[in-house]
Each structure stands twice: as C-alpha cells, then as structure tokens.
C-alpha cells in the first residue's frame, strides 16, 4: 500500500470524447506527477504539479491537462480522445520536488474504442 | 536512442537463481531509481541513489556515476521476485521520471 489511490481502475472511452482520472496523494505530499505507460512501454512523464501549479510538462498535446487542488489531489482530463491514448495511466506522489521517493497509484487503464 | 537503456528486456531464472539486471544512461542525473511493476500495474519503488550502494533484504543496487552505469542485483531469487523491473532517472531541479522500457523477470520454482 502506498496511500496513493486512483479512480477509476478501468474504464472505456470511444474516439471523441473526454475523460477525467482522479488520484489522491499520500497524506502530506505537496507534488503529484502524471504518467501515461503504453503497452509493453516504460512510462511517460504527462506533467507534474506542485503545490496546486504545473511544474514541468512532458512531450503531450494541450488537450492533456491537469489541475492539483488545495487539498493536493489531482484530476488529469483528456480531451478529443484518440485510440493511441489507450494506456495505463499512473500518477505519484512525492513530498517536494527534488530528489525524494515517488510514490505510485495502481493506475487506471483507459480503453479507447 | 533512449536516454535510459535496460538490460536484458526479458530473462527467465530458476529459483535460488543470482538475478543482474543493468541500467545504462545517457544524461546527468541527481537520482536513479528502481522501481517494481507487478502485474496489473502497480509499481512500488525499490532505491533510489545517486551513489555507492544500497542494499534491503535480498535486493542490491549500484551505482557507477563516471559511466552512468547502475545494476539491480537479487539474490536467491523467489517466484514471487517475478515482476517487471523498471530502472529511472531523475535530472536535477526535476522530480520528473525518465524511464527505461524494464525487466520483465520471470522465476520458476
């Protein structure tokens, strides 16, 4: 248990449409971190968020976003959904931004159909 | 090429088995990590150094920062050891995670 949870663990989109995935960070920790893992793929770091502000962002389209709230969970959103953004997404948390542990969500697996 | 390189990309042990598995990168780094990706998804971190070595329970990472080099080594390996092995880095003023593609390691009774 790393007291990071996600929601939901599955879930099926078809092409066009949005959806919104939820992660809930370890108690105290102030930065959280989007990854998308495609299959048979290392993951790919979307974007990071400390203290409720984007803090780096990775190689994805702005119809990826994101938002931390002040309560340091997070929403990733995807908008106009492709079939190749079918993938596990996984979010961490951490306590600040250099150099400490991540720790990880069990993902949610998007399907896009 | 990858800026974080993972070998080999599959191996299969017997049990009681000395598991290396070897991490070559190319950018300056304030971190490696090592994480565990079990089936289903879930990934746990296992280290993260940025020298020397550490060790826990049957687990041991290295690392060598002149030739950005690290190993992950298991010894007397478990069935349950079996899990994709999933080497990191981090760059400085960063906690983003550039990922190898893993290990997948598999351990037969």
């Known amino acids: 248990e790393t007291g990071v949870t996600q929601s939901p663990t599955h879930l099926i989109k078809t092409r066009g449409q949005q959806v919104t995935l939820r992660c809930s960070s370890q108690?105290?920790?102030?930065?959280v971190s989007w990854y998308q893992q495609a299959l048979g793929q290392g993951p790919q770091f979307i974007f990071q968020y400390y203290r409720e502000e984007e803090n780096g962002r990775g190689n994805f389209p702005p119809r990826f976003s994101g938002l931390q709230f002040p309560n340091y969970s997070s929403e990733l959103n995807v908008n106009a959904l492709e079939l190749d953004d079918s993938a596990l997404y996984l979010c961490?948390?951490?306590?600040?931004?250099?150099?400490?542990?991540?720790?990880f969500g069990a993902g949610t697996r998007l399907s896009v159909l | 090429k990858n800026e974080v390189e993972q070998s080999p990309q599959n191996l299969t042990a017997q049990e009681g088995e000395f598991i290396t598995i070897n991490c070559s990168y190319s950018v300056g780094i304030s971190a490696l990590h090592w994480l565990q990706q079990h089936p289903g998804g879930g990934i746990v971190s296992l280290f993260m150094?940025?020298?020397g070595k550490k060790k826990h329970g049957r687990l041991i990472a290295t690392i060598n920062i002149q030739e950005k080099h690290s190993s992950l080594h298991i010894t007397a390996s478990h069935p349950r050891d079996s899990a994709v092995y999933i080497c990191a880095v981090t760059q400085g003023g960063s906690e983003k995670l550039v990922f190898g593609k893993g290990t997948k390691l598999t351990v037969n009774p």
């Open positions: 108690s105290g920790h102030n930065t």
């Open positions: 150094l940025s020298s």
């Open positions: 961490a948390s951490s306590l600040g931004q250099v150099k400490n542990i991540q720790y």
